[in-house]
């Protein structure tokens, strides 16, 4: 066997591993409901709504990620803006109800950041980070959803290099690494440079600064950008003219190590705007002078923040050496399955890759993978569910009609409904 298709197969495994379960998407739903209950018997929040974000509603977790949860603050029909003071002193009623209640695990609030957040686990070991009205961070999470319409490619690769960081201890802002959106835009942006590219550029997609649209009426707001994203997609995917990537999985996995491997040198003249599709020389960008930061990635949705601005110079070196040290085992001679699988996914994930990755000749005599049953990608359904709880609360609040999501084709042809969480009280 060929080391390409050693990494091909080994990265199979992988993702049949880490891939989220039925029992992930229920009991993550479960969460949610908890938190709703919780926020309906705080009088500060009365009205309010509980709405998940992130890699639950773009469909790029794994089954140990993570739960971004916006508490959305009833306005009628209007996208309402509260001040960081307000918001500090609602998630300090949240974090008392919590700790009264019970059952929730190491609570931490961190008033002061840039975005107040109060940071919490749950009795299932899922971590959760609760903000309030964070709606930009919802709209983000469908743009990354929507993206995998263009190429189911661009899921796996996020899910891999998610874990491979997490292996290498890269993935942690906390201690000046990369957060889990930076890697995701890192991604987007290797589909940009690929020969030939797989995403255009995401000015193609949405052009100018989505943030600064999310005004006025939320329905209205809401609907301009998925409308915008749902015909700009389908352009870019039905262009016949457009040459087609038809690189396997290890492909795209060497080429984003080789991409990156000297991150630390291109950094200190050199961004990643995502935006634009390009790197762009520092010195000559206005949105980004002047440079402070180890390393920017920018947000292609909130220009011009820059999404790597925990990452320190210490760290950045680690990460461009985590490029390099895997770039240089996956391109060994005498690689084995056992070295990749150590270089690419944490210990607890290897224990389930031992060879052969499950292939139990005993119960399954063919030495064919038995079957997980999995859930169908109900990503589009968490972004009905909770948009249809919001219309509904609002519907005597306004005489709005309430939002109608627009799909972009073939979002849902895949979507399975796995759990029905229970009604609201």
């Known amino acids: 066997m060929s080391g390409g298709q050693l990494l091909e197969l080994t990265l199979r495994d992988i993702l049949h591993v880490i891939n989220p379960l039925r029992e992930d998407w229920s009991i993550r739903f479960y969460i949610i409901n908890e938190l709703q209950a919780v926020v309906q018997s705080i009088e500060s929040l009365r009205g309010a709504t509980v709405e998940p974000f992130g890699s639950f509603v773009s469909n ?10 916006s508490i959305e603050l009833s306005n009628g029909s209007h996208i309402l803006s509260a001040g960081k003071k307000h918001k500090q002193m609602l998630l300090n009623d949240v974090l008392r109800v919590l700790r009264t209640k019970g059952g929730w695990r190491n609570l931490h609030f961190f008033a002061n950041a840039r975005i107040p957040i109060l940071k919490l686990e749950t009795s299932h070991s899922i971590s959760c980070d609760i903000s309030i009205n964070n709606l930009s961070g919802q709209m983000k999470s469908k743009l990354l959803f929507w993206m995998n319409e263009i ?16 292996a290498h201890n890269i993935n942690d802002p906390k201690f000046g690494s990369l957060n889990s959106y930076s890697l995701s835009l890192l991604v987007v942006f290797h589909f940009q440079t690929c020969v030939p590219a797989i995403f255009p550029p995401l000015k193609e997609i949405y052009p100018g600064n989505m943030v600064d649209d999310l005004i006025g009426v939320r329905a209205l707001a809401e609907k301009h950008v998925e409308e915008t994203c749902a015909v700009n997609i389908n352009r870019y995917r039905s262009d016949s003219s457009r040459l087609t990537n038809h690189s396997s999985l290890s492909q795209l996995f060497m080429s984003f190590l080789e991409k990156f491997s000297d991150i630390s040198a291109k950094a200190a003249t050199q961004g990643i705007s995502p935006y ?24 292609p949705f909130e220009q011009p923040v820059n999404t790597a601005r925990t990452v320190s110079n210490k760290q950045l070196a680690r990460i461009s050496n985590s490029f390099q040290t895997t770039l240089n085992m996956v391109n060994a001679a005498n690689q084995d399955q056992s070295m990749l699988v150590s270089a690419l996914v944490r210990p607890q994930i290897s224990q389930f890759l031992v060879k052969p990755p499950f292939r139990c000749q005993s119960s399954h005599s063919n030495g064919t993978r038995p079957q997980i049953p ?31 999501v627009v799909h972009i084709p073939k979002v849902h042809s895949q979507v399975q409904q796995v759990w029905r969480p229970r009604s609201e009280s």
């Open 276 to 299: 634009t599709g390009q790197w762009e020389d520092i010195d000559t960008n206005m949105r980004w002078l002047p440079k402070t930061y180890a390393v920017f990635i920018e947000d």
């Open 151 to 166: 190429d189911g490619r661009f899921r796996d690769m996020v899910l891999l290099i998610k874990e491979w960081a997490k």
């Open 60 to 69: 790029l977790f794994t089954r140990w990620g993570d739960l971004d949860i």
């Open 374 to 404: 999995r859930a169908m990608q109900p990503a589009g359904r968490v972004q009905d569910q909770f948009q249809n709880r919001r219309s509904q609360k609002r519907q005597n609040e306004t005489n709005q009609r309430p939002a109608q």
